[in-house]
């Protein structure tokens, strides 16, 4: 069953959200969602972990969004996951060893582009569990993120690879422009409601 508020509704018995990116409403519910979906983190270090390749434009949605809260943000938290630094297969297994070994007590907010139904498409998620990059591309990576966000760019079925590759980036850009503005007010909200949010 399926509670509707709008452009957004939630999946009853599991915290997953979905916001409709496309129709240009919404950020500040997601970002207020995402503030409360935040922990005291007084005793944390904040994380933005941007999974995907910029070699894709279906792919690319998570290294657009760090590409844009990395000046958006400077300072405020720390991101890994770029268009010059991007997190992908390769080297997430090494990333993840490296939040957890330099950052204190890290909460990581992952965020990944996703395959969905014709319905979804251009629809962003927002969950308080792990993100499961690669699930949709048949890839077995590991777990990622205390909160996860993914944004729907595409259908999901057979020849996933050559879908993310014909994604438009209208879409693209679409998701990383309302993802980038919920984490910025929810980061925002996280310090004016006093909380230390930590950077190296």
Aim: hydrophobic residues 40%; charged residues 15%; aromatic residues 6%.
């Amino acid at each position: 069953m399926l509670q509707f508020c709008h452009n957004c509704y939630q999946i009853n018995m599991k915290n997953i959200f979905y916001y409709d990116a496309l129709s240009g409403k919404n950020a500040l519910k997601f970002g207020q969602r995402l503030h409360e979906m935040m922990p005291d983190i007084k005793e944390n270090e904040l994380v933005l972990l941007c999974i995907g390749s910029d070699r894709s434009t279906g792919d690319s949605l998570g290294p657009l969004v760090g590409h844009k809260l990395s000046k958006a943000l400077a300072g405020k938290l720390t991101i890994y996951g770029t268009l010059k630094s991007p997190v992908h297969a390769i080297n997430l297994t090494d990333t993840l060893d490296q939040i957890y070994r330099v950052h204190d007590n890290p909460f990581v907010i992952a965020v990944d582009a996703s395959l969905g139904t014709h319905n979804h498409i251009g629809y962003v998620t927002l969950s308080d569990t792990p993100l499961k990059p690669g699930l949709g591309v048949k890839k077995s990576l590991p777990e990622a993120g205390d909160v996860s966000i993914t944004g729907i760019v595409n259908l999901s079925g057979i020849m996933e690879g050559m879908l993310l590759q014909s994604t438009r980036l209208h879409t693209v850009m679409s998701l990383a422009d309302f993802i980038s503005s919920g984490i910025f007010i929810a980061v925002h909200s996280c310090i004016s409601s006093s909380i230390t949010c930590i950077s190296r």
